[in-house]
């Protein structure tokens, strides 16, 4: 499984981008995507998953309410829809997927809850 990570750019505060991660390789059927971010000297932070049963849904609170992830089984597909952008929220973008399931939505949250992940997408934001 390959993950490719698209959709970054330069933008203004408040405005929107799209990020999208298509999956590719052998039959693909994860539990669930996610996607983090990575700001410069600092650690991975978690952003969104969402199931790919369901689904369901999962935000981390610095995003919740302007960031929507969604998900197209038959493109193998993972988006994340950013709105009202903030300088903040400047960082590589990175999508993971989970194939091996068998643990709670706990895990969801963590880097160590994805085996395969995408190689990244910078998104900037000036202010």
């Known amino acids: 499984v390959q993950l490719q990570a698209s959709g970054g750019g330069l933008v203004q505060a408040g405005d929107s981008l799209r990020l999208s991660c298509a999956a590719s390789?052998?039959?693909?059927?994860?539990?669930?995507m996610g996607w983090f971010r990575q700001a410069p000297g600092k650690e991975r932070e978690f952003v969104a998953a969402?199931?790919?049963?369901?689904?369901?849904?999962y935000y981390a609170a610095s995003v919740k309410g302007r960031f929507i992830i969604s998900r197209d089984d038959a493109k193998k597909s993972a988006y994340l829809q950013m709105n009202s952008l903030k300088p903040e929220d400047t960082a590589v973008y990175y999508c993971a997927a989970d194939t091996r399931g068998g643990h709670d939505g706990s895990y969801w949250y963590r880097v160590y809850g994805y085996d395969y992940w995408g190689q990244g997408t910078q998104v900037t934001v000036s202010s």
């Open positions: 969402i199931t790919w049963v369901g689904p369901s849904t």
């Open positions: 390789g052998r039959t693909f059927s994860p539990y669930a």
